[in-house]
């Protein structure tokens, strides 16, 4: 089986910063993206930022400038530095990565880890 664990969030005040971390763990052949989504009460998720294995990157136009992803392949891990964090960043962050798992198909499948809230406020 395959699990995604986020950690990281907390409580920060405007202009904070705060790392998320996100582990991918269990029989993983190979990761092909991996991505950090939000969702705040009474809004659909978004993408915040995602990031290719071979290096591509994409933020919301709304973090652009502030957050940083990164990944580790040899940890299966992915980062989300979060910089200059604003009230309207809260929310419930989540973990997204498509894989392809040992010993199965060769198809990409989707997991999502629990989440981590994040919440910016004086």
């Known amino acids: 089986q395959v699990q995604l664990v986020e950690s990281g969030g907390g409580l920060v005040q405007p202009g904070g910063s705060l790392r998320l971390s996100c582990v991918a763990s269990?029989?993983?052949?190979?990761?092909?993206?991996m991505n950090w989504y939000r969702q705040a009460p009474g809004k659909q998720h978004e993408l915040v930022a995602g990031?290719?294995?071979?290096?591509?990157?994409n933020y919301a136009d709304s973090v652009k400038g502030r957050f940083t992803i990164s990944l580790d392949m040899t940890k299966n891990t992915t980062y989300l530095q979060m910089n200059s964090l604003k009230p309207e960043d809260t929310a419930v962050y989540y973990c997204?990565?498509?894989?392809?798992?040992?010993?199965?198909?060769?198809?990409?499948?989707?997991?999502w880890g629990q989440g981590t809230q994040v919440t910016v406020s004086s």
């Open positions: 990031i290719t294995s071979g290096g591509s990157t």
């Open positions: 997204n990565a498509g894989l392809v798992r040992d010993g199965g198909s060769r198809y990409v499948n989707e997991y």
């Open positions: 269990g029989s993983i052949f190979s990761i092909h993206a």
